[in-house]
């Protein structure tokens, strides 16, 4: 299983609140695929992609709790790919400290899967990712040529 996450902070104009994307694929097949506001503002793009990751992170582990009652079972680790290398580093890092609580509770759930191999982090260029989609406009010609290569990609 892959995750690809994105976000847009502090895209909605009028809240300010962040904008939350990602695409689960499952042997290269877009099995799920989310995009939402997040509940509260956030005033750093450094929490609001931990609270994107960590809204990834439960579905695919509720997803692959699913599967596993018909007898589909995932072998872990699920690779999760992102564009903020700060927080990619962090969850793999066991003595960063957070003072914020909420963050602080959010990193601690996504470190504990990286601990447990439940889940990988690794770093894709914003340009790369498919789940940019998700959270950015696709006007202009350029993001849309990238979008539709992107799709093609994976109906091969």
Known sequence: MRKFVDLDHAGDTETRRSLTGFLLLLMSALIYWFSKKQTSVKTSSFESEFVAMKQCCKHARG?????????????????????????????????????????SIVYHFLREGVAKDEWRTTYLNSHLNPSEMMTKSLLGEEKLTLFISHCLHYLD
């Open 63 to 103: 997803l692959r709790y699913k599967l596993i009652i018909p007898g589909i079972h995932i072998d872990p680790p699920t690779y999760m790919f992102g564009d903020n290398q700060l927080v990619l580093a962090n969850n793999s890092h066991p003595h960063s400290v957070l003072k914020k609580k909420s963050a």
